[in-house]
């Protein structure tokens, strides 16, 4: 029997607040252990916890992002559960009230456009960290992460394999970074996911029991993680045996799961609104202001990247990966009408670029009129595209206050359009391979190649190509 995959997350954002959720402890990464903390992250008694604006305001600009509804009223509550790297003995979170609820974002899979269905989007704050491994038979507690502001976003079932599950995280980054809410980085645990995982036969209208893999801090591991949780299942089912609902650890050192609970001795978190935080009420103007400042989302601008610019998909993927290219490109394409060729100067120029210097497109040496400049020389036929990629560009980096046409006729870059010159060049050339010559008469015509090259050499990459190509196809 064929079965299908049927996959939820429950995606964890880390947001990239300066401080923590509900107090003034700093958040960042690869501190010194327990060393962002005061009396309110560790749960002190007789502390109050106090709303940190900005997690809010993030978590309104994602829900916008997301076509998710705004709860203008919302409130916390508190998830009780004991545990070492939880001081309070709570988490505090949001259950009955999210602040946002509904919503969807397009994930792309090949060549298809999905939209996957968001059910809500929920504030909480984060516990610290325990580690077991580092010092056996201690373990040693961490509490620096206490109370670091997190958005959960759960979705409905929607997904139907590994492969959506990569592209939903990677359309979830893209977001997140776009927004600048988060860094997205999943090494760092900015993101991780706990996937809901179930099978059920090929076009069943109902769906078969979940198992929910817990804390996937890598899209490696979650695609094994997936792939062999739906094995296991279709193993059971195949057995005529039924899939128990439980909550399952992955270990990628062996590539297994294994049950952490089972859904009977689930826990009984016993929610309730916290009484040390006041409902949190918006306005609609609130709202409509924080909508206003939402940049271009990454799909809205690929779309325009391809519909308005021409640009290849490919490229268009490449461009709005991250915001800052995309919007370097933009700016660019106000200052030159040949966009391709704009595109193709941000891809394999500025972007390796970027790499190299450790920098970013901002601190590019060379204004967007320079490089358009630059493009304008290719176009013209000034400057052969070999010359313009290999001398040129480089030496406008280097000397970033000289225009491009100053510099390539100082250093005699410019493509000679020059007759006499041509036509020596392509005579020497063809005097250089006597016996190529008669080849090529005879019908070896692919010999054009080697004759380029030849009058290529001769003037040192000045010739003009189509003109060179023209005149030696005539003389052979
Ligand atoms: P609970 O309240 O028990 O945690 P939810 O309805 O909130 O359950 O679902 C949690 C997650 O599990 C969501 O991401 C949802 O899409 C996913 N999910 C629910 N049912 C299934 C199923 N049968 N198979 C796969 N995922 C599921
Ligand atoms: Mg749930």
Redesign the pocket.
């Known amino acids: 029997m064929a079965y299908e995959t ?5 995606i964890h954002v880390q947001l990239s607040t300066k401080s923590k959720a509900f107090c003034a402890d700093e958040v960042r990464f690869g501190a010194d252990p327990n060393t962002q903390i005061s009396a309110i992250s560790l749960g002190h008694p007789g502390t109050l916890p106090r709303l940190n604006r900005q997690q809010l305001d993030h978590a309104i600009r994602l829900a916008l992002a997301l076509d998710s509804e705004v709860n203008l009223r919302n409130n916390f509550d508190r998830k009780n559960y004991f545990y070492a790297d939880l001081p309070k003995g709570y988490q505090i979170t949001q259950d009955a009230r999210p602040v946002c609820v509904g919503g969807r974002i397009p994930i792309t899979v090949g060549e298809e456009v999905k939209y996957v269905r968001i ?1 809500h989007v929920h504030m909480e704050e984060d516990a610290g960290k325990s580690m077991h491994d580092s010092d056996d038979p201690y373990s040693y507690i961490d509490l620096n992460r206490a109370g670091t502001p997190l958005l959960e976003i ?5 997904l139907r394999s590994a492969e959506e599950v990569d592209a939903l995280m990677t359309a979830m980054r893209q977001l997140v970074r776009y927004l600048g809410i988060s860094d997205g980085n999943m090494q760092e645990g900015s993101m991780r996911c ?1 996937c ?3 099978i059920r036969p090929m076009g069943a209208d109902y ?4 198992c ?1 893999i817990k804390n996937l801090n890598s899209m490696r591991y979650a695609r094994k993680a997936i792939a062999y949780e739906v094995e296991r299942q279709k193993r059971i089912v195949e057995a005529g045996g039924t899939v128990a609902q439980q909550t399952l650890n992955f270990d990628p050192a062996t590539g297994v799961t294994s049950p952490l609970r089972s859904k009977e001795d689930a826990h009984d978190y016993r929610y309730f609104p916290d009484p040390d935080l006041p409902p949190v009420v918006l306005q609609q103007a609130e709202v409509d202001e924080i909508k206003a400042s939402l940049p271009a989302l990454p799909w809205v601008l690929k779309e325009e990247l391809v519909a308005k610019y021409a640009l290849s998909e490919y490229n268009a993927n490449l461009l709005t990966a991250e915001p800052e290219p995309a919007r370097y490109f933009l700016q660019l394409a106000e200052a030159t009408p040949t966009y391709k060729a704009a595109a193709n100067l941000v891809i394999n120029k500025l972007l390796p670029w970027t790499k190299e210097e450790g920098k970013n497109l901002a601190e590019f040496p060379l204004s967007p009129q320079q490089l358009a400049g630059f493009i304008q020389l290719i176009e013209d036929g000034k400057v052969s595209n070999t010359i313009a990629y290999q001398e040129l560009f480089p030496a406008m980096v280097a000397q970033p206050d000289q225009e491009a046409e100053a510099l390539a006729t100082a250093n005699n870059w410019l493509q000679s359009d020059d007759a006499d010159e041509l036509s020596a060049w392509v005579d020497a050339a063809i005097a250089a391979f006597p016996d190529k010559v008669k080849a090529y008469q005879n019908g070896k015509k692919g010999l054009i190649g080697l004759f380029m090259g030849e009058v290529m050499k001769q003037s040192k990459g000045k010739a003009d190509p189509k003109q060179a190509n023209k005149l030696l196809r005539e003389r052979l």
């Open positions: 049927v996959i939820g997350l429950e059910h759960v979705t409905e079932p929607d706990d809901n995982v179930s769906f078969g029991n979940r929910e």
